[in-house]
């Protein structure tokens, strides 16, 4: 009874390790038939440090058919195979190499996997969600966007268009090596700004306020930075950040005191996106400020006023506001009767010595007031020829006096070259006989005789 009791267990086991068998040879089997990944954990990579050649079991997806549920003893199984498959050493087989991609929402995004010294291993391509996108060149996914672009042992390369946010994650590379092989590469979707728009405290500002703008930049990913400039200064602002989901908006404030000067300037945001190249939005400043006046003499032509002469002055105004309200007053005392005002300028047909004073031309507008005085100071009738006939007569003496000094210079600088060319100079006649002598023993002779004849010793002075 024993021994029969024992057989009948041996049998039982052997039973259970048979279909324990049927089942695993069953299971790897729709799995090279599906080729889709198989059960069990993976472990995904790192793009800074990742694990090329590590190997993990094909990652989970859909299942290609109804299979048969694993029993307890094959999970067990296939965790142990995983736990020691990421004990093996990893890092010089590895073959898989990828890049990081970073594009523009809307626009085109290519995925490469590309393979060292292929083997003709499968290549795969996964989906942040772990779904197949291409097994070899057959796309299991139906996204159409995934395009193939290439396809070899050594490259499994696809496109992928009109891209989107929701397509930003890691995109995993698979390679059917022993021991299998994964690498993930990460897509970075740009947004560029939606709208660049500047806004102002107040329209129109006076001169001498601050006026706030406040530049947006709606929408964007990653942040942008905002930039402000004004001719060719750049002006610094306040930014403030605020995060929608995925998107964000920056708003940068800038306070200006403004001037006259600055009516008109244009004053620029600036945005720096990765996503856009120049991207900029111009407000044109409004500036008011109080009239400038200046009195202009049109007449007389001269600066010099006599009597007799006609007098002409303009008022010139320049205002923001233009100013409406132009007036011509005497300091100090009453206007002439004889003067005649019309809007800006004023008349004097005949200057008299009456007529000295001070003369203001005032100009207004919403702003304020400003005025500008021009004194009148009227000379006798012949002042002007006076003064012109006495300056004639000084460059006449002047060009004589000119005339008489070079001709004495002249006449020293002759003098001086004769006297240095007649100092005067000695001739002694001695032994003048010794000239006339034919030899000589005649020349001494008479030499010697000369120098006993003292009168024949003479000196000439010229």
């Given at each position: 009874m024993a021994s029969r009791s024992r057989s009948r267990t041996r049998t039982q086991e052997e039973r259970e390790r048979r279909r324990q068998q049927q089942q695993q040879q069953h299971h790897q089997q729709q799995q090279h038939h599906c080729y889709q990944p198989g059960l069990g954990p993976s472990a995904p990579s790192s793009s800074s440090s990742p694990p090329l050649g590590s190997p993990s079991p094909?990652?989970?997806?859909?299942?290609?058919?109804?299979?048969?549920p694993p029993s307890p003893s094959l999970v067990l199984l296939l965790l142990a195979a995983a736990a020691a498959a990421s004990l093996l050493p990893?890092?010089?087989?590895?073959?898989?190499?990828?890049?990081?991609?970073?594009?523009?929402?809307?626009?085109?995004?290519?995925?490469?996997?590309?393979?060292?010294?292929?083997?003709?291993?499968?290549?795969q391509l996964l989906n942040p969600n772990r779904q197949t996108i291409y097994f070899r060149d057959f796309r299991p996914l139906k996204d159409s966007r995934f395009q193939l672009v290439n396809f070899s042992s050594s490259e499994l390369r696809v496109s992928l268009t009109n891209v989107s946010i929701s397509d930003e994650g890691r995109y995993f590379c698979q390679l059917y090596t022993d021991p299998p092989q994964e690498y993930f590469m990460t897509i970075t979707v740009l947004v560029p700004p939606r709208n660049l728009r500047i806004e102002a405290q107040k329209e129109t500002t006076v001169e001498g306020e601050e006026i706030e703008l406040n530049c947006t930049s709606l929408a964007s990913?990653?942040?942008?930075?905002?930039?402000?400039?004004?001719?060719?200064?750049?002006?610094?602002?306040?930014?403030?950040?605020?995060?929608?989901?995925?998107?964000?908006?920056?708003?940068?404030?800038?306070?200006?005191?403004v001037k006259r000067e600055d009516d008109g300037v244009a004053v620029v945001c600036q945005v720096d996106h990765p996503a856009v190249k120049d991207l900029q939005t111009k407000y044109y400043l409004d500036v008011m400020y109080k009239p400038e006046v200046q009195v202009l003499q049109n007449s007389p032509a001269q600066p010099l006023t006599r009597e007799g002469d006609?007098?002409?002055?303009?008022?010139?105004v320049k205002g923001k506001p233009e100013p409406t309200d132009v007036s011509w007053l005497r300091v100090d005392d009453e206007m002439p009767q004889h003067v005649i005002v019309s809007g800006s300028n004023l008349h004097i047909n005949s200057l008299n010595k009456s007529d000295n004073g001070t003369y203001r031309c005032k100009a207004s507008n919403e702003v304020g007031m400003s005025f500008s005085d021009y004194t009148l100071y009227v000379y006798d009738s012949r002042a002007g020829e006076e003064s012109a006939i006495t300056a004639v007569d000084h460059a006449v003496i002047g060009g004589v006096v000119a005339v008489v000094v070079f001709a004495m210079l002249c006449l020293l600088i002759i003098l001086g070259r004769y006297f240095a060319r007649h100092k005067g100079t000695y001739f002694t006649h001695e032994a003048k006989g010794a000239d006339d002598a034919a030899d000589a023993d005649t020349a001494i002779i008479n030499a010697e005789g000369g120098q006993n004849n003292s009168e024949e010793k003479k000196e000439y002075f010229i």
């Open positions: 094909p990652a989970a997806s859909p299942p290609c058919g109804a299979l048969t990893t890092g010089d087989g590895q073959n898989l190499v990828t890049e990081d991609v970073t594009v523009v929402e809307g626009e085109v995004a290519t995925i490469s996997c590309k393979v060292r010294n292929s083997d003709d291993s499968v290549i990913r990653p942040p942008t930075v905002i930039r402000w400039f004004k001719g060719n200064k750049e002006l610094f602002g306040k930014t403030e950040e605020e995060q929608w989901s995925d998107m964000f908006t920056v708003t940068s404030r800038l306070s200006l005191k006609l007098l002409d002055l303009l008022c010139q």
